[in-house]
């Protein structure tokens, strides 16, 4: 299944992980870079062949099972809403290892159709030979290029959603598959994502990882702390750390976004919930199954459970001075780099005049 990891580099982490889901590991990232590596060798490979090549390793899966909150809530609005999959045709846009196909088998679909580029599908289709399912049909090719036995389907699941939502995220092949194949009054598993901002206090980790750059055995290397300012830190956020409110930046609804409204800008308004320093701007993500009986879905914001997604923390130039009631005020716009859509170019700017004096931030970021 699509999800989009990235390594950590916030070495342990500020927020333990649930026993069963541990924190995401180096491994499956160095795994994906090594086959990156490995793979450059490859003639006429482009960066998109590499991207679903990286998912062809077992780890990344591994790691996305045995996220809980994930994989348990799309079980929940599946399972539980046999009455929407009973007798239905289902799409599984990028079936990964083949367990939400497996789900919409068990919920009671008449057939189940998954979609997968990378080789993690040969074992898929074992998986679903050793389980017993002779009415789930799995397909290797890319979204955009394969062809189904049928022309229209009932419900499409997929598991899309990347860092920063976004980020190396499969949106717009579900869409494709949307516009193609959804029989219309069809579902989509889930349907709605809002992606939220807010504001927290992390003076360790930045005096450790970024104001280390200032004077390094006596030398200036300050010259890499601006890159490290420039790449958005994705981890876990204790949630003493937050110290504001949260802010809508995007609302998708994907019976109705269209990929060109994937790129956006919005403003934002955080209010201080404490005296303190604020060192950081933090985005998370919710999603939700609002087609189910009970509306389902789950946060990666940092006061919910961890998910291997956990949060995106983009520093601050410098810290601003935070008086609770006292509130910073921004801007942010989101767009997919033109040389590699699967990178994100953001641009943020925030400002705050308090009593303690004024604050701006102005600056470039890049998911990479």
């Known amino acids: 299944m699509p999800s989009k990891k990235k390594k950590s580099k916030k070495g342990q982490g500020k927020k333990a992980a649930t026993p069963a889901v541990k924190k995401e590991a180096a491994a499956p990232a160095v795994k994906k870079e090594e086959s990156e590596k490995k793979d450059e060798s490859k003639e006429g490979l482009t960066s998109k062949d590499y991207y679903f090549d990286s998912y062809s390793h077992f780890g990344i899966h591994e790691e996305m099972l045995k996220d809980e909150v994930r994989t348990r809530t799309y079980m929940r609005s599946i399972l539980e809403n046999k009455h929407l999959f009973k007798d239905k045709v289902v799409l599984d846009v990028g079936c990964g290892t083949g367990i939400l196909s497996m789900f919409a088998a068990k919920a009671g679909a008449k057939h189940v159709y998954g979609i997968d580029c990378a080789g993690i599908i040969v074992q898929a289709k074992e998986i679903v030979k050793a389980n017993g399912f002779d009415n789930i049909t799995l ?20 598991e899309w959603m990347g860092y920063f939502l976004l980020y190396e995220s499969m949106l717009d092949t579900v869409l494709y598959a949307r516009d193609k194949w959804l029989t219309p009054g069809g579902a989509l598993f889930p349907d709605k994502a809002t992606l939220k901002v807010c504001a927290i206090e992390d003076a360790e980790y930045r005096e450790d990882k970024i104001n280390f750059w200032d004077n390094v055995y006596g030398f200036d290397m300050s010259v890499i702390k601006e890159m490290a300012l420039v790449e958005p830190l994705v981890d876990v956020c204790d949630p003493k750390q937050v110290m504001s409110n949260s802010c809508n930046i995007l609302d998708i609804d994907l019976y109705t976004v269209t990929k060109e409204e994937l790129d956006f800008e919005s403003d934002f308004k955080l209010i201080f919930n404490r005296d303190d320093y604020c060192h950081a701007v933090v985005s998370y993500f919710d999603v939700t199954f609002s087609k189910t009986h009970t509306k389902i879905g789950f946060s990666t914001g940092p006061r919910a459970n961890y998910t291997h997604w956990k949060q995106t923390v983009f520093y601050l130039d410098e810290p601003c001075v935070a ?33 303690n004096g004024s604050f701006a931030n102005d600056r470039h970021y890049r998911l990479r």
């Open 139 to 158: 397909i290797q090719g890319k979204v955009e290029e394969v062809t189904l036995p049928v022309e229209k389907v009932d419900i499409i699941i997929s």
């Open 323 to 355: 008086v609770v009631g006292e509130e910073v005020t921004g801007h942010i716009k989101v767009m997919r780099n033109k040389d590699n859509p699967r990178d994100i170019d953001i641009h943020m700017t925030s400002k705050h005049d308090g009593s």
